[in-house]
């Protein structure tokens, strides 16, 4: 299989987490990922941890895979001079700087366009480019308080989402953006900026919950564990254990139903609209159902009649699951001090690879400088 962006050139200028993934996600496509690091320690994501293993962040470890990793003092006249050759030669250049920084560094959007007229520029800011406040930082979790979507988190109080979800959006909505502007440059020859945000990226996928205020002016709330519009649908208590259970349709209502008892008619329940505001005594009714009898037990009733529900599994039950890995979702590489490891691979599969992404082989998340002479080499050709 041939890797779908082979012929593409990225300079990953970024570090921590939203910059280095959208990088990834290009790498995992296949592109050359050419990662510019400070000499000094380079990436600030190589010493978050623990755990670290063998010296090496896993947390790093997660954002950095199929791409290579050169050091240059961008302050330097030879960072300066390395960096200018990368872009003539580049099609793709990601920064994660704050508003202002590459401008004084000497390389400006209309600089690195003079430089290469082609090159599509992806910029990735903590709240905007401009506005009253786009010179802020940005970190995850301030994004998602500031964006909203802690307010909609939680039982009592707003909560964060565990993954560090507004990094990782930023990073997907910014490889979107560039492979769209990289597509345009098919057509017209020329390059463009695409600019993204941590709190563009929570903002964007606020999805009902924004339209609840912006068209109804209903503020949402939090409701747990249970879908905001929909019941049944969320978290419930059996006799050992919890399941999950996602009653979507009044047609798998009318299923669901006698399955815990209840009339389908009810005039409580008869009705989406109507089991969201009975909710509390819907929970209580499925509850006091689902109290005799094991999760395995109810989970095997719900599949039998086609009802959507499912486990809340811990990573390990994940990483273990035989459909997690018949999905390509964990990949081996090989790593010049850790050996052998296995990584999260790729969320993406290509009908002519069982497996996931597009490379015919992923590269291990590089050590600090590894590619400086290979890279350097290459420059000079």
Do not use: C
Not at 10 to 39: C, Q, S, W, Y
Not at 130 to 139: F, I, L, Q, S
Not at 250 to 262: D, M
Request: glycine share 12%.
């Amino acid at each position: 299989m041939q890797n779908l962006l082979s012929d593409v050139v990225v300079v990953d200028l970024t570090r921590a987490l939203a910059g280095p993934h959208a990088a990834m996600m290009l790498g995992d496509l296949g592109a050359r990922v050419i990662k510019v690091e400070t000499p000094d320690g380079g990436d600030d994501s190589r010493g978050w941890g623990p755990p670290f293993v063998d010296g090496e962040s896993t947390y790093y470890l997660s954002a950095n895979r199929n791409k290579e990793s050169v050091t240059a003092d961008l302050k330097s006249d030879a960072g300066k001079e390395f960096l200018t050759k990368l872009v003539r030669k580049a099609d793709i250049l990601l920064e994660n700087f704050r508003p202002g920084v590459l401008d004084r560094l000497g390389f400006s959007t209309e600089r690195l366009h003079e430089l290469n007229p082609g090159l599509v520029i992806l910029s990735i800011t903590g709240f905007g480019h401009d506005g009253p406040e786009g010179g802020r930082a940005g970190y995850d979790q301030i994004a998602q308080g500031e964006g909203g979507l802690m307010s909609i988190t939680g039982e009592t109080e707003p909560t964060k989402v565990g993954a560090p979800i507004a990094d990782l959006l930023a990073g997907m909505y910014g490889a979107y953006g560039a492979l769209a502007a990289l597509h345009e440059r098919s057509i017209t020859g020329k390059g463009r900026v695409v600019r993204t945000s941590l709190l563009a990226s929570v903002v964007g996928v606020h999805a009902f919950h924004g339209t609840k205020w912006t068209v109804a002016h209903e503020l949402p709330v939090r409701v747990g564990n249970h879908h905001a519009q929909i019941a049944p649908y969320g978290l419930y208590r059996t006799q050992d254990d919890i399941v999950q259970v996602a009653v979507g349709s009044e047609g798998l209502w009318r299923l669901f139903a006698p399955i815990v008892g209840l009339d389908p008619a009810d005039e409580r329940f008869a009705a989406n609209s109507a089991r969201v505001a009975h909710r509390d005594e819907l929970t209580a009714a499925i509850e006091g159902a689902f109290a005799g009898a094991p999760a395995d037990v109810w989970l095997q009733r719900l599949a039998d009649k086609g009802i959507p529900a499912g486990k809340v599994r811990d990573f390990q039950q994940v990483y273990e699951w035989e459909q997690t890995r018949s999905q390509g979702l964990l990949i081996d590489v090989e790593h010049p001090t850790l050996g052998t490891v296995q990584l999260p691979g790729p969320p993406l599969r290509f009908d002519d690879n069982p497996y996931a992404g597009a490379r015919e082989t992923n590269l291990p998340p590089p050590r600090l400088g590894e590619h400086n002479d290979s890279v350097r080499a290459w420059l000079e050709e």
